[in-house]
Nanobody
């Protein structure tokens, strides 16, 4: 079975940095799509960044220039480097993957497109 496990969350002060990791196990496809979502208390889950099957990366406007998604295909690991964190970045962060190749941007990113999800890792940013 395909499994995704996130790590790297924690508590930081505003302006700090964290790097989230998402390890994919149980399958080694030639190409697939992966994304980071987040859900703040009382809010809907939203997409943060996506890496599609063509190798393109897209970001939510509010994190552009601060967050960087990278992908080590040899190790099946996806990272989210988060710099200059703000209190509004506080949320549970989830990685998601799907084995069906597709082109995606933030405009077309939808939770329903992903069949595999991690358990989430909490990020808390204090002012």
């Amino acid at each position: 079975a395909v499994q995704l496990v996130e790590s790297g969350g924690g508590s930081v002060q505003s302006g700090g940095s964290l790097r989230l990791s998402c390890v994919v196990s149980g399958y080694t496809p030639s190409n697939y799509v992966m994304a980071w979502f987040r859900q703040a208390p009382g809010k809907k889950r939203e997409g943060v960044a996506v890496f599609d099957s063509a190798g393109s990366t897209s970001y939510k406007d509010s994190v552009k220039g601060r967050f960087t998604l990278s992908h080590d295909s040899s190790k099946n690991i996806m990272y989210l480097q988060m710099n200059n964190l703000k209190p509004e970045d506080t949320a549970m962060y989830y990685c998601a993957a799907d084995l069906i190749p597709k082109r995606l941007t933030m405009a077309t990113l939808r939770e329903a497109l992903f069949n595999y999800w991690g358990q989430g890792t909490q990020v808390t940013v204090s002012s």
